[in-house]
């Protein structure tokens, strides 16, 4: 039996806007480095533009897959699809659109790299941790090392 994801590109194949993909990250390492998939099988999504893809986190099976792409992906509101917008999206859209390009290229930049130094930071924190553990997990090991040492003759003594 084929896994979820082939037959959810079987499902969706004749579709104008979702377009499923599979991608072997032992060949395209490059690929999966950019987009970060270090776990498999990473399911990825894009829509409205994104470039950077959103990892998806629900369910595996097929049934899930289908209903997650059937309500999520494909056209949803934008600049080019306000005919999907609630009003309140609407009335978002058009301050946005107020702000001209190069504002809205500004914050976009700035939100990204606001999120490019949150996983640094995280990432540096990760690091001390795990070296911190390191250290006490090698103390410990060398403590009980010592500690068992006189252990083994002692329990070798009887006592009557």
Do not use: H
């Amino acid at each position: 039996m084929k896994p979820a994801w082939d037959q959810l590109g079987d499902e969706f194949s004749g579709s104008a806007t979702v377009i499923i993909g599979d991608v072997d990250c032992t060949v395209e390492k490059k690929l999966c480095s950019t987009y970060d998939v270090k776990g498999f099988p990473t399911i990825k999504y894009f829509a409205d533009g994104d470039t950077d893809g959103t990892s998806y986190e629900g369910g595996r099976d097929f049934d899930a897959l289908k209903e997650f792409a059937s309500t999520s992906l494909g056209p949803s509101c934008s600049s080019d699809n306000k005919d999907l917008c609630s009003a309140e999206q609407l009335a978002e859209i058009v301050e946005i659109e107020a702000l001209g390009k190069d504002e809205v290229e500004s914050r976009i930049a700035a939100g990204t790299a606001a999120v490019a130094a949150a996983e640094e930071t995280f990432e540096a924190a990760l690091k001390e941790l795990q070296a911190n553990y390191e250290r006490i997990s090698k103390e410990k090991d060398d403590a009980v090392a010592t500690a068992k040492a006189p252990l083994g003759m002692l329990k070798k003594v009887k006592f009557a």
